[in-house]
Structure formats: C-alpha cells, structure tokens
C-alpha cells in the first residue's frame, strides 16, 4: 500500500477529514469498482487456484492483489532465489509448495492461472508454455520484450484459447475510466496532442537497489535466470537490477513509458502501434553498470494526435498525463484527475485589426457586435469551470485489475488488458528504443509486422 494511503474503513470513518492525506481540495471522489468497492462471497465452485512464478518485489505486490480478490486460492510458488521463494510464502501468509523449475507448476491440476512477474526476457516463454498446459495468464508488463516475442505470445493465447492479461493496471483504474467518459463526451474537442512523463531523482528511482548479503550461485539459479539472453558469470548486479541491461529489460520505455501508454490508449480508445516514433536519450549520470539511457524523450506520431512522453531519472517531479483538445484540456497528474474547459466564447478579432485605419476597424467592430447581439442582462451564460475527481485514498487500482482478470477467468470473458492490446504498447516501447540506439526515426511496418529505420 502506497505511503499515506487510507484502508478503506479508515476512509468511512475519517470522510471529508481525509484532505490532509494527499487528496485534492474540491475533488470528488470516484466510486470504485469491484474487489476495491465491496468484497463478495464467492461459491467454492468458482474459486480460482493461481500460482506465483517470479515472487520479487512486483510478484509479492501481485500475489497480495489476487488474494484480496474474492474467490481464489494460492497453491505454489516459483522462484529462482531462495530468498523469494520465502518472500514468496510470506506473502502468501501459508507454507506452500516452491520450486525453482516453474514446470512444476504448469504440470499441476490444482492450478488454473498462473501470475507471471519476471523479468521481462522470461515472459514470451513463460506465457506460451503456460497456455500450451492449458492455464490462464496474467504476465506483468511490459509484456514482450522484442517485437517477434508479442507477436508469439499473442499467438500463444490465440491458438490455446487462454485468457492472458498484461500487467499494466492503470487499464482497471476508475481515474481513467472517468477520463475515458469525459473524453467520450466530447468535452475536449479535437484531440491533437497529448504529452505525459514520469521523471524520479533516486537511486532506487534508477533501479540500483541494494543486494540481498546471501545472494551467491547457491542461493541463485543464474543459468535459469539467464534464460534466452548470452550466457554470461554469474553477476549479482545482473540478477537484482536487470532492468539497467537491454539483455532481460527495455530501459526506460519497458519500466514506464508503457503505463502511460496504457492510460492513454485507455482514454482515447486507440489500441495500435505508433506509425513513427523518434527518440533523444541519453545517460548522464547514472553511468555505472547499465547499458540503457537514464533520460528518454520521445515524439510519436498516431493517425489523429502526436504524443510526447519523457522519462528522467535525473529530477524529480509529479507524473502527469495531459490530452489537448480544441475544446478542453485534461490532465492527471498523481492520480488526481482534472477537465478544464477552453474558452471558446465567440469574441471580435482584437489583434490584426489594430493595423487597420480607424474608421474600418469601428465598421468592423459594429458589425460584429450586430451579428453576435449581447445577451440581455441575467442571461449571460456562466463560464463552465474546471472539474476535478480522483479515487478515494485506501484505493487501490492493482486490486481491481486482478479482479477483472479473475473474472475473466471465471466467465471467460475477454481480458480488458489482452495479449494484443499488451503487444501493442510494448511495440511503442520497442519503437522508442529502435530510435535511440539506431539513431534514425522508426516506423512501423504493419504488413511485415516489423520496426523499420
Ligand atoms: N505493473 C507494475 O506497476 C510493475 C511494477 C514493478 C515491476 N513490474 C514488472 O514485473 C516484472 C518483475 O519485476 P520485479 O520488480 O518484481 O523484478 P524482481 O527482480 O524483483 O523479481 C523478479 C523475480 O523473477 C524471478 N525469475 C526470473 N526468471 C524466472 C523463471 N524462469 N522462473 C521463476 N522465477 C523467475 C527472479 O528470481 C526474481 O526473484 C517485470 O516484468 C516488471 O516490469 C510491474
């Protein structure tokens, strides 16, 4: 649970108190959905069994959601260090069954979905032997680490039938399905350009997060871990900070870029690959044992807007989405949601004129006024102010993403974050790092299905 954030009974009794908790003065507060809203008793028939495989830091935060879902059930664990196998129990709050060969766990009948949190080079085969031993998936993002991997895996939950869910939760947040409305209303206009970033000024914000003291090849499955990318000594560095190497993560856009793709993708409704995509980066300051920049900035283009997205780990400051309409403008930024109205009131020319003779200037004016009459007194219409709403603050959105995955594996309903939807975020991530390291702009080639320079 993040820092400052309320349970939900300490909302219920604190109410409107709750503003010196990070809440926004003059919001309103979102109703949540789901799991977060009201938990439910669900008959043991529908009880979903769910494994772990990957129980680091994201795996614990995952397994806790699924359990504060209705209705399931955690019978196993799979890791490659001992550590989190035992994190893994922990979290689970029972003993359970652990394994560093997560085939153990594909192979068992009391399993029906399985949480995939590894890192990134692992989810392509993690996802296709999963649903070729009929279970469901939810596979944390980014979902694919190269372009042919998303297109194997989509092909994986096609042929087998699987429900698959990409991790990206901003996709179940009532923050962005308010926005999806206002958008949807037309309150904004034309769209034409949305900027978003997420920027941190630390080392753990730089992913060099401290090594466990037993972390050693006895405790640690390094040629597992080593998976598909280059055989290589073990290298503790590599095992707990793999998102600093291209070989098991994507930078910047693999980590971020793709939650503030999924939120705009969810409030516009696009769900495709950029046509274009040019990326500046660089590494300034964060120079030590990493191969991916530490500042990244990219421009995309979609048919009906350009987007620009940022990430820099050398400042700090509030992550912020922002949709431009001709319209409105709306923004969200730490998770407080605001529609401020442009104003679009009729008004006379007042520039160009001031370089016309006087007299035409008055004639113009005069007619003007006579074709747009003031309203009569009492009559003039109010200017719409700005409107703010965010979710009350023991919300917690990762939880209503699981409950949405584990209805659909209950219903079979199709996953609001499906494997072609996560393929297509993470083609935008890939496009933003083809352009950096190749130095050209990308572009998309639908029918090859492939990035080109
Ligand atoms: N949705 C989010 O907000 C969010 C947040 C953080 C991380 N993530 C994603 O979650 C995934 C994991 O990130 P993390 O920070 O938890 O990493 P982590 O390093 O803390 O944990 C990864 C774990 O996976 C295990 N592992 C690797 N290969 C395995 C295999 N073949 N079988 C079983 N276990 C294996 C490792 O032993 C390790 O303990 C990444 O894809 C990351 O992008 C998502």
Redesign the pocket.
């Known amino acids: 649970m993040p820092k400052n954030q309320l349970t939900r009974r300490e909302f219920m009794r604190v109410g409107a108190g709750a503003a010196t908790l990070g809440v926004a003065s003059h919001a309103a507060f979102l109703t949540p959905s789901f799991a977060a809203a009201a938990p439910r008793s669900v008959p043991p028939s529908d009880r979903v069994r769910f494994a772990s495989?990957?129980?680091?830091?994201?795996?614990c935060?995952i397994m806790r959601a699924a359990l504060a879902c209705p209705g399931t059930e955690i019978v196993a664990v799979?890791?490659?260090?001992d550590g989190?196998l035992t994190a893994g129990q922990e979290n689970a709050g029972k003993q359970l069954f652990t394994t560093?060969d997560?085939r153990a766990i594909l192979d068992r009948q009391d399993v029906d979905a399985v949480l995939v949190?590894?890192?990134?080079h692992?989810?392509r085969k993690?996802v296709e032997d999963a649903c070729a031993a009929g279970k469901d998936v939810y596979c944390?993002?980014?979902m694919a680490h190269t372009v042919e991997d998303g297109f194997a895996m989509v092909e994986a939950m096609q042929k087998h039938k699987r429900v698959v869910q990409v991790?990206?939760?901003v996709r179940s947040s009532v923050v962005y399905a308010k926005a999806r409305e206002i958008y949807d209303s037309g309150f904004l206009g034309q769209v034409t350009a949305i900027e978003a970033w997420i920027d941190r000024n630390d080392a753990s914000g730089a992913w060099i997060y401290p090594i466990p003291p037993d972390a050693s090849e006895k405790t640690?499955d390094w040629n597992?871990?080593l998976?598909s990318a280059p055989k290589r000594p073990f290298d503790a560095k590599r095992?707990?900070r793999?998102r600093c190497y291209q070989d098991y993560?994507e930078g910047l856009p693999?980590?971020l870029y793709v939650?503030l793709l999924t939120g705009i993708f969810t409030i516009t409704g696009i769900n495709e690959p950029p046509l274009r995509a040019a990326t500046l980066g660089g590494l300034f300051r964060w120079t030590e044992d990493r191969d991916v920049p530490d500042l990244i900035w990219t421009l995309y283009e979609y048919p009906n807007f350009r987007l620009s997205l940022r990430c820099n780990l050398n400042n700090e400051s509030p992550g912020v989405t922002r949709i431009f309409g001709t319209k409105g403008t709306l923004e969200i930024k730490n998770d407080v949601l605001t529609a401020t109205p442009q104003d679009t009131e009729p008004r006379p020319e007042s520039y160009s004129i001031y370089g016309w003779p006087e007299k035409l200037r008055n004639e113009y004016l005069e007619d003007w006024r006579k074709k747009h009459p003031l309203p009569e007194p009492g009559k003039y219409p109010l200017g719409q102010s700005a409107q703010t709403f965010q979710a009350p603050p023991y919300y917690d959105y990762?939880v209503d993403h699981m409950h949405n995955f584990m209805e659909s594996v209950r219903t079979r309903k199709p996953s609001v974050e499906d494997a072609e939807f996560g393929n297509h975020t993470a083609i935008a991530c890939h496009m933003a790092n083809y352009s950096h390291f190749q130095k050209t702009m990308a572009t998309w080639d639908e029918a090859a299905k492939k990035i080109k320079g």
Do not use: C, M, N
Not at 53 to 59: A, E, H, P, Q, S
Not at 117 to 120: E, F, G, L, Q, V
């Open positions: 495989i990957g129980t680091g830091v994201r795996g935060e799979s890791d490659l260090y989190r560093k997560y949190a590894t890192p990134d692992w989810h993690l944390e993002k980014p991790g990206s939760q640690i597992t871990f998976g095992f707990f793999w993560g693999g980590d939650h990762s």
